[in-house]
């Protein structure tokens, strides 16, 4: 384990402020403190306790400035919508933030000093960030919170130090975060709406309203009003505050996004869509001229309409035309668009056989006011198709009565310019742009729904966080800010005694998970989680079966996995992903659900969750035994193979692959642990535990090479061995299928730096592929890159079969360079360079990556299992050097809490502390066995006084500790 040296933490702390950027002037009073080891400052999101609607909607802070703000605030983040990542995905998200707003102070008429500025304290969340510092005049904290999916505040409380009465000047600009003379620049204009203002006034809240050039209008709140001033490109609001000698004031700014679209494009109010579609742009040859809006197309699905909603002058009766054309693939496909009215079916066409594959037409019908809302609600949906349910549309024309054109004249186009509302999938520019005309207002952006909204939504944060609604005030935002904070510490695992980097990684690993978990929504139906808080905004398959964040909240955890088994098909299959609104249809990947559920289950012994997953995983199991399995009754699983490798076997062989047989022998064996923990008969025990067998003696088999002394994948037809060339091969070990002396060949592989072992050229273990293998190669892939799950796979089961040195020495190595190249990007990647230990491809990654890093540290460097008993575990550590440190407040099977301090005694020793909270009244021994292949046997007896024990375990490889709670 890495140690704290002043001279390291001096350079780091330097290389955060060098490369992180963080408040340049900072330097020149001394550095900062870092809360937790928190240096990934630049981005706060609307994730964890903040409350969402929308799943595709959501706002990034970059408040890595003491005097300035950056932010973005995106929607329909969901299929061709990825523009929102730089190409290289090193910098901000999408490049350039949309806007930013800029602070000056100046005090009795002089601009702050910037130079003098020192930064003292630095705390961040994902949903929070304070900084506090000041000059020898004046003292100043802020606070910068996302509230919810739209909706902000920074809170300001300045101090003044002297012993005179000061007059501070407060100045902030809103303005594009790029040139004027930008194509892309979201230009802020000041909005003087007196329906809206008189809302506002109405509840008596103070502030004004901006909008850019794309439509998003948003309303300035403050709970001191401002002198605003609009110049060119630019809003400027100031505040001139007198301040007493020694005497602070506070003043909070609250940004409420979304009075105008809640979409990335161009959205005149004419239309609210309420249900954003995936726009495509179909280059069709079209035999005859055309209106040029064909050319492009918006989708929907059958369990995800289109909807609209249009505010009407009148009431009345309507004229719709809509413009069709059935670009499919498959000649044989039966679209066929359902348009529903007020709720009612308004048309219907077959277009393939009404029109013909790649034929545009134009369908009219009549729409009216029928329940007298002052709205038209108008859908379009899909209805039986055979082999495709997805509708598109290239444009939706309303008209008034006597004023619409025919439908020859809409189908040669120029005749949007007579609806009074019109929306399109015309493209112009990036990303894909929505046209529309006349500006009503809809219902969903009305101002008391807006306001309603925006309050609904602060609500739930706040019950969520245990508080009764409070004010976003200063005082309101720190009773926030302690809830906040309380909610990610209070279970989470604490690090002691290590480098700040790696506490500051530990941390951000337990915030971003809680960061990646949201909301139930559409066809999630409880909590569920985002692989990655920006880009693959779905769950997947093998990443929500390593979601293992039991160590903080394995309810939590387990809803998550629960929400993706029940998106189980009729069939028995499984998504490779889904998320509220999409489901890709694919084979499964490595069979790790089950062992998550059971990790999760050995932490809050919850029957109720086995009952609930247990048919859901027999359901699946019966669908790969019976549709996937393309050899039943063979000696090994042809299953197919997890979907990415580097390595040519996927491409050049028919390949049974060894990973997916290893762990559909531990599927076997956790199915049977889950049946008979919810008391099956022993028929059904006996069944899955003979599964097991007979595919273990088949792996046994076909699969061990005895002269490489490893596990190969074979060829199909043959049984042939395949060499692997991937960390799969010992994949073995974690699901419990190899024996001791297998475990030892596989061991010699693993530490030999000819292969995977840190050396040399390579000074980070266990990439994709074997060094010394054709295909190794450094980029984006499964080909020579290092993915965090493999070693994770890799060091469990090397602590399992008692090799806790080599476990160790993987987790110290890979755990310290993720702790520094989070100092150098303020993340976690996907993949990491074996040459030089830099994050490539995705960041801010939710997903099993980030999951492995911290179970990887408990049971690489703590040797921390916990095992079907619930009084006992498993406790093999392996510190470096002769300084305690510890993991505490970890929760043990039986509902305790528990702190581990450890350290070498220099004899060969590891001394232990175990403090234990919320012990049973009637534990009053640890009793320590030492376990081996020859078996297990008790050492000692320990005394709890006052819920502590000591002792020191010897450093023996292959060789294991148990601890027991008895009376």
């Given at each position: 384990?890495?140690?704290?040296s002043?001279?390291e933490?001096?350079?780091k702390?330097?290389?955060?402020l060098t490369?992180?950027?963080?408040?340049?002037?900072?330097?020149a009073g001394?550095?900062?403190?870092?809360?937790?080891g928190?240096?990934?400052?630049?981005?706060?999101a609307?994730?964890?306790?903040?409350?969402q609607?929308?799943?595709?909607?959501?706002t990034?802070?970059?408040a890595?400035r003491?005097?300035?703000i950056?932010?973005?605030?995106?929607?329909?983040?969901?299929?061709?919508?990825?523009l929102?990542?730089?190409a290289?995905?090193?910098e901000w998200?999408g490049?350039e933030?949309?806007?930013?707003r800029?602070?000056?102070?100046?005090?009795?008429g002089?601009k702050l000093?910037d130079?003098?500025m020192?930064?003292r304290?630095?705390?961040?969340q994902?949903?929070?960030h304070?900084?506090?510092g000041?000059?020898?005049?004046?003292e100043?904290?802020r606070t910068?919170?996302?509230i919810?999916?739209?909706?902000?505040?920074?809170?300001?409380n300045?101090?003044?130090k002297t012993?005179?009465?000061?007059q501070?000047t407060?100045?902030?600009t809103?303005q594009s975060?790029?040139?004027?003379d930008?194509?892309?620049?979201?230009i802020?204009?000041?909005?003087?709406?007196?329906?809206k203002?008189?809302?506002?006034s109405?509840?008596h809240?103070?502030?004004f309203f901006?909008?850019?050039?794309?439509g998003?209008e948003?309303?300035?709140?403050?709970?001191n009003?401002?002198?605003?001033?609009?110049e060119e490109?630019?809003?400027r609001?100031?505040?001139?505050i007198?301040?007493?000698?020694k005497?602070?004031?506070?003043?909070s700014v609250v940004?409420?996004?979304g009075w105008?679209?809640?979409?990335?494009v161009d959205?005149?109010?004419?239309?609210?869509?309420?249900?954003?579609?995936r726009?495509?742009?179909h280059?069709?040859q079209?035999?005859?001229p055309?209106d040029p809006r064909?050319q492009?197309?918006?989708?929907?699905?059958k369990?995800t309409?289109?909807?609209?909603?249009f505010?009407?002058?009148?009431s009345?009766?309507y004229q719709?035309a809509?413009?069709?054309?059935?670009?499919s693939w498959?000649?044989?496909?039966?679209?066929?668009p359902?348009?529903?009215?007020?709720?009612?079916?308004a048309?219907?066409?077959?277009?393939?056989?009404e029109?013909?594959?790649?034929?545009?037409?134009?369908l009219?019908f009549e729409?009216?006011?029928?329940d007298?809302d002052?709205?038209?609600d108008?859908s379009?949906n899909?209805t039986?198709?055979k082999?495709e349910n997805?509708?598109g549309l290239?444009?939706?024309d309303?008209f008034?009565?006597g004023?619409a054109?025919?439908?020859d004249?809409?189908?040669?186009g120029g005749?949007e310019d007579l609806a009074?509302?019109?929306?399109?999938a015309?493209?112009?520019g990036?990303?894909?742009q929505?046209a529309?005309?006349n500006?009503?207002?809809?219902?969903?952006?009305v101002?008391?729904?807006i306001v309603?909204?925006q309050?609904?939504?602060f609500?739930a944060v706040c019950?969520?966080?245990?508080?009764r609604?409070t004010t976003?005030d200063w005082?309101?935002l720190?009773?926030?800010?302690?809830?906040?904070?309380?909610?990610?510490?209070?279970?989470?695992p604490q690090?002691?005694?290590?480098?700040a980097?790696?506490?500051?990684?530990?941390?951000?690993?337990?915030d971003?998970?809680r960061?990646?978990?949201?909301?139930?929504?559409?066809?999630?139906k409880?909590?569920w989680m985002v692989a990655?808080?920006?880009f693959?905004r779905?769950t997947f398959?093998?990443?929500t079966?390593?979601?293992?964040y039991?160590?903080?909240?394995?309810?939590?955890?387990?809803?998550?996995?629960?929400?993706?088994?029940n998106?189980?098909?009729?069939?028995?299959?499984?998504?490779?992903?889904f998320n509220?609104e999409?489901?890709?249809?694919i084979q499964?990947q490595?069979?790790?659900?089950p062992?998550?559920?059971?990790?999760?289950y050995?932490?809050?012994?919850?029957?109720?969750?086995?009952?609930?997953?247990?048919p859901l995983?027999?359901?699946?199991?019966?669908?790969i035994d019976?549709k996937?399995?393309?050899?039943?009754?063979?000696?090994?699983?042809?299953i197919g193979?997890?979907?990415?490798y580097g390595t040519p076997?996927?491409?050049e062989?028919?390949?049974?692959?060894?990973?997916?047989?290893?762990?559909q022998?531990?599927q076997?064996?956790?199915m049977?642990?889950?049946?008979?923990a919810?008391?099956?008969?022993r028929e059904?025990?006996?069944?899955?535990?003979?599964?097991?067998?007979?595919?273990q003696a088949?792996?046994?088999?076909y699969m061990?090479?005895?002269?490489?002394?490893?596990?190969n994948c074979?060829?199909?037809?043959?049984?042939?061995?395949i060499p692997?060339g991937s960390?799969i091969?010992?994949?073995?070990?974690t699901?419990?299928?190899v024996?001791?002396?297998q475990?030892?060949?596989?061991?010699?592989?693993?530490?030999?730096p000819?292969?995977?072992?840190?050396g040399?050229?390579?000074?980070?273990p266990l990439?994709?592929?074997?060094?010394d293998d054709?295909?190794?190669?450094?980029r984006?892939g499964?080909?020579?890159?290092?993915?965090?799950?493999?070693?994770?796979?890799?060091?469990?089961?090397?602590?399992?079969?008692?090799?806790?040195?080599?476990?160790a020495?993987?987790t110290t190595?890979?755990?310290?360079?993720v702790a520094?190249?989070?100092?150098?990007?303020g993340t976690?990647w996907?993949?990491?360079?074996?040459?030089?230990?830099?994050?490539?491809?995705?960041s801010h990654?939710?997903s099993s990556i980030?999951?492995?890093?911290s179970?990887?540290?408990?049971r690489?460097?703590f040797?921390?299992?916990?095992?079907?008993d619930?009084n006992?575990?498993m406790?093999?550590?392996?510190?470096?050097?002769?300084?305690w440190?510890?993991?505490?407040n970890?929760?043990t099977?039986n509902r305790?809490?528990?702190d581990?301090r450890?350290?070498?005694?220099?004899s060969?020793?590891?001394?232990?502390?175990l403090?234990?909270?919320?012990?049973?009244?009637d534990?009053r021994?640890v009793?320590?066995?030492s376990?081996?292949?020859e078996?297990?046997?008790?050492?000692a007896t320990l005394k709890?006084?006052?819920?502590?024990?000591?002792?020191k375990?010897p450093?023996?490889n292959e060789?294991?500790?148990?601890f027991m709670l008895?009376p």
């Amino acid at each position: 384990m890495k140690l704290i040296s002043k001279k390291e933490s001096r350079m780091k702390l330097l290389m955060v402020l060098t490369v992180v950027a963080l408040f340049s002037a900072a330097k020149a009073g001394g550095d900062p403190v870092y809360h937790n080891g928190r240096v990934d400052t630049r981005l706060t999101a609307t994730y964890g306790s903040c409350f969402q609607d929308e799943f595709r909607h959501f706002t990034l802070l970059d408040a890595s400035r003491w005097d300035g703000i950056r932010w973005t605030v995106e929607g329909n983040m969901y299929a061709g919508n990825r523009l929102f990542r730089d190409a290289d995905k090193t910098e901000w998200p999408g490049g350039e933030p949309n806007y930013k707003r800029e602070m000056r102070l100046f005090v009795d008429g002089r601009k702050l000093d910037d130079s003098a500025m020192r930064i003292r304290e630095v705390e961040h969340q994902f949903d929070f960030h304070k900084v506090s510092g000041g000059t020898g005049e004046i003292e100043f904290q802020r606070t910068d919170m996302v509230i919810s999916s739209l909706q902000w505040v920074t809170g300001l409380n300045l101090r003044n130090k002297t012993n005179k009465e000061q007059q501070i000047t407060l100045e902030l600009t809103w303005q594009s975060s790029v040139s004027i003379d930008d194509s892309t620049a979201r230009i802020p204009r000041y909005v003087n709406d007196p329906e809206k203002r008189l809302v506002i006034s109405g509840r008596h809240e103070e502030g004004f309203f901006m909008t850019d050039s794309r439509g998003l209008e948003t309303f300035i709140k403050t709970d001191n009003p401002p002198r605003v001033i609009e110049e060119e490109g630019l809003i400027r609001a100031v505040w001139n505050i007198h301040i007493p000698a020694k005497s602070a004031q506070a003043l909070s700014v609250v940004t409420q996004a979304g009075w105008g679209s809640l979409l990335p494009v161009d959205l005149d109010p004419a239309i609210s869509e309420l249900n954003p579609p995936r726009r495509f742009v179909h280059k069709l040859q079209l035999d005859i001229p055309c209106d040029p809006r064909f050319q492009h197309m918006m989708f929907g699905t059958k369990t995800t309409p289109l909807v609209y909603q249009f505010k009407v002058p009148k009431s009345g009766k309507y004229q719709v035309a809509v413009g069709l054309i059935d670009t499919s693939w498959n000649a044989k496909a039966n679209h066929r668009p359902d348009f529903r009215c007020e709720g009612e079916r308004a048309q219907t066409a077959v277009l393939m056989k009404e029109c013909g594959l790649k034929i545009a037409t134009v369908l009219t019908f009549e729409a009216e006011d029928v329940d007298g809302d002052g709205l038209i609600d108008l859908s379009m949906n899909g209805t039986d198709g055979k082999t495709e349910n997805s509708v598109g549309l290239s444009f939706i024309d309303i008209f008034e009565p006597g004023n619409a054109p025919t439908p020859d004249e809409i189908f040669a186009g120029g005749m949007e310019d007579l609806a009074i509302a019109s929306v399109n999938a015309y493209r112009r520019g990036e990303p894909f742009q929505l046209a529309f005309t006349n500006a009503c207002t809809p219902e969903k952006l009305v101002p008391e729904k807006i306001v309603a909204r925006q309050e609904m939504e602060f609500d739930a944060v706040c019950r969520m966080l245990g508080l009764r609604t409070t004010t976003l005030d200063w005082e309101g935002l720190e009773e926030l800010c302690d809830a906040k904070r309380n909610a990610l510490y209070r279970t989470m695992p604490q690090l002691e005694g290590v480098d700040a980097s790696w506490r500051g990684t530990w941390s951000y690993i337990f915030d971003i998970l809680r960061a990646g978990t949201l909301p139930k929504q559409g066809q999630c139906k409880d909590i569920w989680m985002v692989a990655d808080l920006l880009f693959y905004r779905w769950t997947f398959y093998w990443d929500t079966g390593n979601h293992t964040y039991a160590h903080w909240d394995a309810n939590v955890a387990a809803r998550t996995i629960l929400t993706y088994l029940n998106g189980i098909r009729e069939d028995g299959g499984l998504p490779l992903h889904f998320n509220p609104e999409h489901s890709m249809r694919i084979q499964p990947q490595l069979m790790n659900i089950p062992i998550t559920l059971w990790d999760c289950y050995l932490v809050n012994r919850d029957q109720s969750l086995l009952e609930e997953a247990y048919p859901l995983l027999v359901r699946h199991q019966d669908w790969i035994d019976t549709k996937r399995n393309k050899s039943p009754d063979g000696p090994l699983a042809d299953i197919g193979h997890n979907i990415d490798y580097g390595t040519p076997l996927r491409h050049e062989y028919q390949t049974i692959w060894v990973d997916m047989n290893m762990f559909q022998v531990n599927q076997y064996r956790t199915m049977a642990k889950m049946a008979g923990a919810i008391n099956k008969s022993r028929e059904e025990i006996d069944r899955w535990n003979q599964k097991a067998d007979k595919l273990q003696a088949g792996i046994q088999q076909y699969m061990w090479n005895k002269e490489l002394g490893t596990y190969n994948c074979v060829e199909a037809n043959s049984l042939k061995p395949i060499p692997t060339g991937s960390p799969i091969e010992f994949y073995g070990m974690t699901a419990g299928v190899v024996t001791q002396e297998q475990a030892r060949q596989l061991v010699k592989r693993v530490t030999d730096p000819e292969k995977y072992a840190a050396g040399g050229k390579y000074p980070h273990p266990l990439p994709s592929a074997p060094y010394d293998d054709p295909s190794f190669v450094i980029r984006d892939g499964w080909g020579g890159t290092i993915w965090l799950i493999q070693p994770y796979y890799t060091v469990r089961g090397l602590s399992d079969y008692g090799f806790q040195d080599e476990a160790a020495d993987i987790t110290t190595n890979l755990f310290d360079m993720v702790a520094r190249d989070y100092l150098r990007t303020g993340t976690i990647w996907e993949q990491y360079r074996p040459d030089n230990g830099q994050g490539i491809h995705l960041s801010h990654f939710t997903s099993s990556i980030t999951v492995n890093v911290s179970d990887m540290l408990l049971r690489g460097l703590f040797g921390f299992e916990r095992i079907d008993d619930p009084n006992a575990f498993m406790l093999t550590p392996r510190p470096e050097g002769k300084h305690w440190q510890g993991i505490t407040n970890l929760l043990t099977g039986n509902r305790c809490r528990l702190d581990i301090r450890v350290k070498n005694t220099g004899s060969g020793d590891v001394a232990c502390k175990l403090v234990f909270h919320n012990l049973p009244p009637d534990i009053r021994f640890v009793e320590l066995y030492s376990e081996d292949m020859e078996g297990s046997q008790k050492i000692a007896t320990l005394k709890l006084r006052k819920g502590e024990v000591q002792c020191k375990l010897p450093k023996q490889n292959e060789t294991r500790y148990r601890f027991m709670l008895v009376p």
